[in-house]
Structure formats: C-alpha cells, structure tokens
C-alpha cells in the first residue's frame, strides 16, 4: 500500500529555534494536512492544504506556524520560534479526495521535542 | 459541535479474551463519516475503518467487529479472542461531510492485552 513518508522520525531543538517538519504524500493525493498529538493526548488538527493555499487551519496553528508545498511531492510545516509547548508527535497526512469518508493516510510521525 | 468520547482510557485483559471498545459521538449533521484508527507502540496512525451515518450495518475484518447504533450515537469495536500484537491505542474519530474535512479524534483507549 502506498505511504506518507515522514522525516525526520525524531527531532530535538531549542526554545526558539525554528524548525522544519517534511513530508512526502502519497503522489496522487490533492488534500494535505498535519496533526498534532501531544504525549498521552488525543490527535488533534492543525490544518489542511489544497491546491497551494490553506483551507482550514485550527486554533492551535497560530502566526508561528505555516506550511507549503515547495515542489511537487513535499510538504512542509515550520514553526517559526518553537515553545516548550510545541513538543509532540507530528503527523503528516494525505487524501485523494475531500469528501468526508474518504481514507486519510498518515504518516508515521515526527517527534519534536524542545528544549 | 462535533465531540468523541472513549470513556475507557485503559483497558487490560488476557490473550484469547474478547473486548469491546467503547466510541461515542455527537454532531448535528446528518451526513457523517466515522472511523477507527490503530496506534501501536511504533506510534504510526493505521487506519482500521470507516462507516458512513447512512450504513448501519455491522461489520467483522477477521478478528474485528464493529457495531454502529444511531440511535445511540455509539461506535463500537470489538476484538474477538484477542493477542499481544493488538496491544496499542485505539482512537475513534469523526468527520462530517460538508464544512470541513477535518478527523475530530476521542482521547484514544490504550489497549494492553497480556500473555
């Protein structure tokens, strides 16, 4: 089954640095999103991206977070200047389509921790 | 507004046993979309299933079963005769079909099923 690729698997940063989070969806997919999951808490939506702009984005995914798809197979979230708060698993995800029942595929996570 | 509740955050039995995990849901919309997600210790999100509001039929996948009540606004799954590899976290969540094409996730249930 196709995959969405996610790296790096881990990564470690300071208070206030900025970091970026890639991800590779499965190539035929249009709809692009991240999700955020805090250790031991539920997974919770960040935003999601269509055709080169935001659709929708969360509370969360503030001014210190953006996302893009700088070529034709990545997508990436930066977070500008990172907060202790940021620390979690990151999740990538892709779609074919919009409609509601349509399978979400997620990658398998990158871990942020700050420090 | 959109809500899932797993009320079990926790939940321990022995090899062979059957267990049910508990899903409940609110939306207004009449269209809605539910699905099972799988989070083994590995952390990766592995979709299990989806059921749109209009199929109410049951379904099994092998050891898998899930039983969607609309008049209870419940999803539940069950695993019958239960091993160690189903030991991880399993999340219920929720999409509707028009305003957005965000997954609303529960707090997940962890699963530990012991030899």
């Known amino acids: 089954e196709p995959e969405v690729t996610q790296t790096p698997s881990h990564q470690v940063t300071q208070m206030g640095q900025e970091v970026i989070l890639r991800c590779v969806p499965i190539?035929?997919?249009?709809?692009f999103y991240w999700y955020r999951q805090i250790l031991g808490q539920k997974v919770e939506f960040l935003v999601s991206f269509y055709n080169n702009e935001i659709s929708e984005k969360s509370e969360i995914f503030d001014d210190q977070f953006s996302v893009e798809r700088p070529d034709g197979s990545n997508f990436t979230l930066k977070i500008r200047s990172t907060k202790l708060e940021d620390s979690a698993m990151y999740f990538c995800?892709?779609?074919?389509?919009?409609?509601?029942?349509?399978?979400?595929?997620f990658g398998s996570g990158t871990q942020l921790s700050v420090l | 507004a959109q809500k899932v509740t797993q009320a079990q955050t926790e939940i321990s039995v022995v090899e062979k046993e059957d267990v049910t995990l508990d899903c409940v849901y609110e939306?207004?919309?009449?269209?809605?979309?539910l699905f099972w997600y799988k989070q083994p210790p590995s952390g990766e999100l592995v979709f299990l299933i989806r059921?749109?509001?209009?199929?109410?039929q049951n379904e099994i996948s092998g050891r898998y079963s899930w039983n969607f009540q609309k008049s209870t606004s419940s999803f539940n799954f069950t695993i019958t005769a239960s091993q160690v590899v189903d030991s991880a976290v399993y999340f219920c969540?929720?999409?509707?079909?028009?305003?957005?094409?965000?997954?609303?996730f529960g707090t997940g249930t962890r699963l530990q099923v012991f030899p």
């Open positions: 995800a892709s779609r074919r389509a919009r409609q509601g029942g349509e399978k979400l595929f």
């Open positions: 939306t207004r919309d009449t269209t809605y979309y």
């Open positions: 969540a929720l999409s509707d079909t028009y305003n957005t094409d965000k997954l609303i």
């Open positions: 190539s035929n997919h249009l709809y």
């Open positions: 059921r749109n509001s209009f199929d109410e």
